[in-house]
């Protein structure tokens, strides 16, 4: 039998992980993942998974028109009725908040992850126009600001 590479193995399981996480998603997230199959790593998608589950959780927790939701029960009109203000207190929840018992923090880094990923699953469904409404887009993305770049002396390079 061949040997599998690491990067192969990756690709496996990251592929079990985000089946299990679509099977907690609303069902019109499978369109979506399947879409951006062709064209990104089993890494971003299984990341986006995990991002898009926080933003389901969010939405139950915190906006009292989903209260009584479970993530299974949100549809695309769901997501449709949805204003850039949602999209913005989503953002600011997003830079400190509870999971599973203990507090996450995003860096800059992480928040534009996070934001990036609500953002095309939203241009998804906007371009195939199933929603008629793309909050996400008109929400500002976190500015990234760049390291410092350390430059050794010429003495400290030897």
Request: aromatic share 12%.
């Amino acid at each position: 039998m061949e040997q599998m590479t690491y990067h192969e193995k990756m690709n496996i399981e990251n592929t079990v992980r985000l089946r299990h996480v679509l099977s907690e998603l609303p069902p019109f997230a499978r369109d979506y993942f399947r879409a951006i199959e062709p064209t990104t790593s089993s890494k971003t998608r299984i990341s986006y998974a995990y991002d898009l589950r926080i933003f389901f959780n969010y939405l139950i927790e915190n906006n009292p028109m989903y209260k009584n939701y479970q993530i299974k029960d949100f549809t695309l009109d769901d997501l449709d009725r949805l204003e850039s203000v949602d999209i913005e207190e989503y953002q600011e929840y997003l830079k400190l908040y509870d999971s599973d018992d203990k507090i996450v923090v995003n860096t800059e880094k992480g928040l534009a992850r996070k934001m990036s990923s609500l953002r095309s699953f939203y241009n998804y469904f906007y371009k195939r126009q199933v929603i008629k409404n793309n909050p996400a887009q008109l929400v500002s993305m976190p500015k990234l600001h760049e390291k410092a770049i350390i430059r050794l002396d010429v003495d400290e390079v030897a």
